[in-house]
C-alpha cells in the first residue's frame, strides 16, 4: 500500500480481555517495528521484525505482549489480560533500510475500561 | 545505548519569530539522528534526518537541524514560524552502521505559536 495502515483506529476493551491490533507496512518493507505512546510521551519501543522473525523483542514490557509477523508483511500485536496501565496509542513503523528513518501509521488508540 | 534528551516539554514562539527546539543526544557510536513531527491526532512524520556528510539538514517545511558532534546536539530551527507549526516535536537517535538498531525518541516538544 502507500503508507502504513493500522486497524483499528480505536479499540475500547474492558479489563481482562485480549486485543489484537493490526500493523500493514509499505509493500517491499522488510523491517517493522512497533510503539507504544503513552499521553504526554514519545514512542516507547516494542518489538522489530525483520522479515518474518523478531530481531529485537526486549521492549515488551511483559508477557502479555506478544507480536507476529508469520509472512513477513502484516503483523498484529496482541494483548492478553488487558491492565488499564495498557492504554496508549500503539504505533506501527516500516521501513526498508531499519535505522535509515521509519514510515509510521496512525496508530491505534487503546483504552482499557 | 542511544538516548536523547529534548530541552522544554513545551516552547512558545510568536508568529514569524525564530523557532529553536534543542535535542541533545547519547552515543557510544556515530549516530543517526532524526526529527520527527507529530500533529494532533495523526501519526509521526519525518521532518530531516543526519546519516553521513553534510552536518547541516534540510528537511519539510522550512525546518532545519545543524548536527554538532562536539556538543553533542542536533537542534531545529526554522527562521520564522507558521501558525501551521503548531504540533508535538520529537528528536531520535539511532546507532550509525547497525541495521538492527531501533531509533529511539526523546520525550518531545510541544510547540505554541503565539498569534
Known amino acids: 500500500g502507500a503508507g502504513v495502515s493500522q486497524t483499528p483506529s480505536n479499540k475500547v476493551t474492558e479489563k481482562g480481555k485480549y486485543v489484537e491490533l493490526r500493523c500493514d507496512p509499505i509493500?517491499?518493507?522488510?523491517?517493522l517495528y512497533w510503539y507504544r505512546q503513552s499521553l504526554g510521551q514519545g514512542p516507547e519501543f516494542l518489538i522489530y521484525?525483520?522479515?518474518?522473525?523478531?530481531?529485537?523483542d526486549s521492549g515488551l514490557p511483559n508477557d502479555r505482549f506478544f507480536a507476529v509477523r508469520p509472512e513477513g508483511s502484516v503483523s498484529t500485536l496482541k494483548i492478553q489480560r488487558t491492565e488499564r496501565g495498557d492504554s496508549a496509542v500503539y504505533l506501527c513503523?516500516?521501513?526498508?533500510?531499519?535505522?535509515?528513518?521509519?514510515?509510521f501509521g496512525s496508530g491505534t488508540r487503546l483504552t482499557v475500561v | 545505548a542511544q538516548s536523547v534528551t529534548q530541552l522544554g516539554s513545551h516552547v512558545s514562539v510568536s508568529e514569524g519569530a525564530l523557532v529553536l527546539l534543542r535535542c541533545n543526544y547519547s552515543?557510544?557510536?556515530?549516530?543517526?539522528l532524526f526529527w520527527y513531527v507529530q500533529y494532533p491526532n495523526q501519526g509521526l512524520q519525518l521532518l530531516l534526518k543526519?546519516?553521513?556528510?553534510?552536518?547541516l539538514v534540510k528537511g519539510i517545511n522550512g525546518f532545519e537541524a545543524e548536527f554538532k558532534k562536539s556538543e553533542t546536539s542536533f537542534h531545529l530551527t526554522k527562521p520564522s514560524a507558521h501558525m501551521s507549526d503548531a504540533a508535538e516535536y520529537f528528536c531520535?537517535?539511532?546507532?550509525?552502521?547497525?541495521?538492527?538498531?531501533?531509533?529511539?525518541f526523546g520525550k518531545g516538544t510541544r510547540l505554541h505559536i503565539l498569534p
Open positions: 513503523a516500516s521501513s526498508f533500510v531499519p535505522g535509515y528513518g521509519y514510515t
Open positions: 509493500s517491499g518493507h522488510t523491517a
Open positions: 521484525f525483520q522479515g518474518t522473525g523478531a530481531a529485537d
Open positions: 552515543s557510544s557510536v556515530p549516530p543517526y
Open positions: 543526519y546519516t553521513t556528510g553534510a552536518t
Open positions: 531520535a537517535v539511532s546507532a550509525s552502521g547497525n541495521r538492527d538498531d531501533k531509533i529511539i
